[in-house]
């Protein structure tokens, strides 16, 4: 019998925790913030590397990366067949059930669940899956979460103890639950006020009827109001009840289907840019300079400022030994986070919303990430918002949007100034 | 709704007599035989050049009838909108090189023509019926079937399941690049940026920026489908060895 062992691994940046990751699986995850050179490469040492024993469950890196299967119905399915011999619906609404998702999501595709929701399925798939597997290795399994869920974590330990399985958790320095480290800097930013108009915007997502039938589901947010809110700001709320959405309609991605709403900002723009919780995938593959190059091709000043914003944020990591190597085509998630950043700063909208912005960095970088940027937003005129679960964020916050579910259909925002 | 029911493709079990409709159906789509066959029925009411014209649409129509229960409208609708910009780029530049590159295409025009009309209708027609098919069945479903049987077949359907899992998740890629690119580029087509260029100025970066990115797509597209492969193996590989454990065990 195997003795239970439960091992916790930080490291520095997200590359090295996928090295890590990727040698305790011999799974190879790409390191997509490396660029595309790199993926190849490391796809054909995935190809030609001898297969390794596979027997455990896992969290990756992203939590949508190890749940393979198109909805969690089949994700569900597949992970308890080799227990159960024909799981029936009820056992995966169970399943669902235990880890706080509605049984509704079953049917729903994985890519449009929340990045906690994806987390939380990862639990459910790692309990069917803790009859047959030998060890369990997660990484960064906390991150996602509302703290109000981190007793789903525990349970799940408990679990994999009780029956005598080893436990890896791979995460990064400064993980809230795992090494709460934070640093006791004193954040000091001035607050930048602008409009924010909330005239109850609701937002339909139309049935899907091939190839699983999921019902049609629409989020209204009750709220009608004017309010003048001081940047930098929290969006905050529980998982799964819509800041992401929240986001996506500010930032005019999510088509609103009623209602309105809308930012002014003293610098006279009314546009939001948003940097998406996945910001590998953001990049489109392209190296930071490509990245800047590629958008402003046409627009020779708007370039120049980014390159120039991009040089100042990056400058600000002296100590980030891996980013300083950044001119010999080594990137890194942190670089191509702050690439985005400044091709949106450059564009000089009302607002920038960092989804998530602490995601793949370390809590020591994220921080001065966000304070670096707060300070040069402000000084354009552009308001700053965060939209997490973190509590480390209140610290940087002005004021905070509070996102709380009132039905299911329904979302209440209350806003409050500190 | 229940009375289309049996129109649905994608409801029909087992999984392998779907795949044999699927092929069935699909067969006009790779052969000249069947747009031949109906064209001789019609020629006995129409001029035969005539019949032959008229047999590609008909079979394009008769595709489209095939999906449409499945897929229902608005999806049906929206796999259409790719067709006809697909089509229509193939056949105009196909057009357009066989016109700048005559000695290519040693081809009379009207033989020419009649082949871009061909192909026009099988891109509007394959596009469809491709989606319906990758989309129709479910991957762990095979991987279930198959380790009940003892055959050769067995690792050969894993491997086909696996690549159908990998091409469903094309379109979860492009779904996700487009959200990525709307908040770049709103306007889809033209750049955010564009400075302070005159016209000409403007197209000649315009056609530049297009350029790079279709090859940005390109790209993007491919990494992204890759990226879960290696993960995707490694289910599929857990799921069929446990499942053969269990049914050995049962005997």
């Known amino acids: ?418 | 709704m229940n009375r289309f029911n049996f129109f649905k493709i994608h409801l029909v079990k087992p999984f392998w007599l779907r795949f044999i409709i699927f092929i069935i159906v699909g067969l006009p789509l790779f052969s000249n035989f069947p747009a031949l066959f109906i064209s001789q029925i019609l020629s006995k009411f129409f001029n035969p050049e005539f019949a032959l014209i008229i047999s590609y649409p008909l079979i394009s129509f008769f595709i489209w009838l095939f999906c449409l229960p499945s897929l229902g409208l608005n999806k049906f609708l929206d796999y259409m909108s790719a067709a006809f910009l697909m089509a229509l780029t193939t056949v105009i530049t196909s057009s357009l090189l066989q016109n700048l590159f005559p000695f290519i295409f040693m081809e009379n025009a009207y033989a020419a023509s009649v082949r871009l009309l061909r192909l026009y209708f099988n891109v509007l027609a394959v596009f469809p019926w491709s989606l319906t098919f990758i989309n129709s069945f479910s991957p762990d479903s095979i991987i279930n079937a198959l380790t009940q049987l003892r055959t050769p077949f067995r690792e050969a359907g894993l491997h086909f399941a696996l690549a159908l899992r990998v091409f469903q998740h094309v379109g979860t890629v492009v779904s996700k690049l487009l959200l990525i690119w709307k908040e770049r580029y709103p306007s889809l087509l033209v750049m955010r940026h564009t400075g302070e260029n005159k016209k000409i100025k403007f197209i000649f970066a315009w056609v530049r920026w297009l350029a790079y990115s279709v090859i940005d797509w390109v790209y993007a597209s491919i990494i992204l489908t890759f990226e879960p492969i290696p993960a995707m193996v490694n289910e599929f590989e857990i799921l069929s060895e446990r499942n053969k454990k269990n049914d050995f065990s049962e005997k």
């Not at chain 1, 996928?18 to 993926?39: I, M, Q």
């Not at chain 1, 049917?107 to 939380?120: K, N, V």
């Not at chain 1, 939209?387 to 509070?402: E, I, M």
Request: aromatic share 12%; hydrophobic share 40%; glycine share 4%.
């Open chain 1, 1 to 418: 019998m195997n003795s239970a062992t439960y091992n916790i691994y930080t490291f520095d940046t997200f590359e090295k925790l996928v090295d890590r990751f990727v040698a305790s699986t011999g799974l190879y995850f790409p390191k997509l913030s490396e660029g595309k050179d790199s993926f190849f490469k490391g796809f054909y040492n995935w190809l030609s590397a001898e297969k390794k024993n596979s027997n455990f469950a896992l969290i990756a890196p992203e939590p949508s990366q190890a749940l393979s299967l198109p909805n969690p119905a089949q994700v569900l399915y597949s992970a308890l067949k080799p227990v159960i011999n024909s799981p029936s619906e009820d056992c995966i609404f169970e399943y669902l059930y235990k880890y706080g998702l509605d049984p509704s999501i079953s049917t729903q595709p994985i890519t449009t669940l929340s990045g906690g929701e994806m987390l939380l399925l990862n639990y459910a798939k790692a309990e069917a899956q803790a009859d047959y597997a030998e060890r369990f290795i997660a990484s960064n399994p906390i991150f996602w979460l509302n703290s109000s869920r981190y007793h789903y974590w525990l349970n799940l330990k408990e679990l994999y103890s009780s029956k005598q399985k080893s436990i890896d958790v791979i995460v990064l320095n400064g993980d809230t639950y795992f090494d709460n480290t934070d640093s006791e800097n004193d954040f000091n930013i001035k607050p930048l006020e602008f409009k924010l108009s909330i005239q109850e915007p609701k937002v339909c997502f139309p049935e899907i009827r091939f190839p699983i039938y999921h019902a049609a589901r629409a989020i209204s947010y009750k709220c009608h109001k004017e309010i003048i809110v001081k940047s930098p700001f929290l969006i905050t709320g529980d998982n799964g009840v819509g800041k992401s959405i929240f986001s996506g309609m500010l930032s005019s991605i999510v088509d609103i289907n009623s209602g309105n709403l809308s930012v002014e900002a003293i610098n006279g723009a009314a546009s939001c840019r948003l940097v998406f919780q996945e910001a590998v995938s953001q990049c489109f593959a392209l190296t930071p300079v490509k990245l800047i190059s590629g958008v402003f091709c046409a627009d020779y000043e708007k370039k120049l400022l980014a390159q120039n914003f991009f040089q100042r944020l990056i400058s600000e990591f002296n100590n980030h030994e891996e980013l300083q190597m950044s001119d010999n085509n080594i990137y890194t998630l942190l670089s191509l986070k702050i690439a985005l950043i400044a091709e949106r700063l450059a564009d000089k909208p009302a607002l920038l919303l960092l989804d998530e912005p602490g995601w793949g960095l370390s809590c020591k970088d994220a921080q001065l990430l966000v304070y670096k940027v707060a300070l040069l937003a402000h000084e354009l005129g552009i308001a700053l918002g965060i939209v997490s679960h973190q509590p480390t964020w209140h610290k940087f916050a002005a004021s905070k949007l509070t996102l709380k579910r009132l039905s299911q259909n329904e979302v209440d925002i209350e806003y409050e100034s500190f």
